[in-house]
């Protein structure tokens, strides 16, 4: 099972969104949605949505549809591990990753997912 982590200064407010979207990037109006499930090639309902902060401004609202949110964490910076330059593909929308217990947490990177928005 894979993690994600998403910096809460990046997360606007959590919405309910059902969605399958078999692409990373859509558009509906002016709203703009970006599919984790999309990102790792599966097709499945996104029962969340985070609205993105950085995409208030400009009029158009970024929507990060994600899998269940399972719970709300806090992970320090400092236990952040930072993913090797050389990675490529869906890597380089993560910034790090945080080894739990459980299973690695990989931290999106929201500022390069909104730079794929054209």
């Not at 609202?61 to 709300?72: A, F, N, S």
Request: glycine share 8%; hydrophobic share 40%.
């Amino acid at each position: 099972m894979i993690s994600f982590g998403i910096p809460a200064e990046s997360t606007g407010q959590i919405i309910q969104q059902s969605r399958v979207q078999n692409t990373l990037c859509d558009t509906e109006g002016s709203d703009v949605f970006i599919s984790l499930s999309a990102m790792f090639k599966q097709s499945f309902i996104t029962p969340h949505g985070l609205i993105l902060k950085s995409s208030v401004s400009g009029g158009r609202k970024v929507i990060l549809l994600t899998p269940k949110i399972e719970k709300d964490m806090e992970i320090p910076e400092e236990n952040i591990h930072r993913l090797p330059q050389v990675l490529s593909g869906i890597f380089i929308f993560f910034k790090g990753v945080f080894f739990s217990k459980e299973n690695p947490v990989f931290i999106i990177n929201t500022e390069k997912l909104s730079g794929c928005i054209k």
